[in-house]
Nanobody, 126 residues
């Protein structure tokens, strides 16, 4: 089992940047693949970015490619999402998720993640 706590959400103007952090506790973090998801009001939770357990592989949602960067530091039990050139459509609650794995696969389906943080609000003003 692993517990996840997100931080870094804030109100920012369009074009600005934020860095979200996900701090894990419990089992060895390097055994878990990690994903970032978001949910805007009235919409379903959607994939944003994900990385493999060692951080060697990653995938991004098309709309954030070139603007967002996912990273992880297994020695510090943290994962991060650097968000640049933010747009109003990026406004949502952002969630960090983790799933135990023996492979280097990256997973974009939220149903494949068992552990979730409480979420952090990102609001981008136009």
């Amino acid at each position: 089992q692993v517990e996840l706590v997100e931080s870094g959400g804030d109100l920012v103007q369009a074009g600005g940047s934020l860095r979200l952090s996900c701090t894990a506790s419990g089992r060895t973090f390097s055994h878990f693949r990690v994903g970032w998801f978001r949910q805007a009001p009235g919409k379903e939770r959607e994939f944003v970015a994900a990385t493999s357990k060692n951080g060697d592989y990653w995938l991004y949602r098309d709309s954030v490619k070139g603007r967002f960067t996912i990273s992880r530091d297994n020695a510090r039990n943290t994962a991060s999402l650097q968000m640049n050139s933010l747009k109003s459509e990026d406004t949502a609650v952002y969630y960090c998720a983790a799933e135990f794995t023996y492979t280097d696969l990256v997973q974009v389906d939220p149903r494949e993640y068992s552990y979730w943080g409480q979420g952090t609000q990102v609001t981008v003003s136009a």
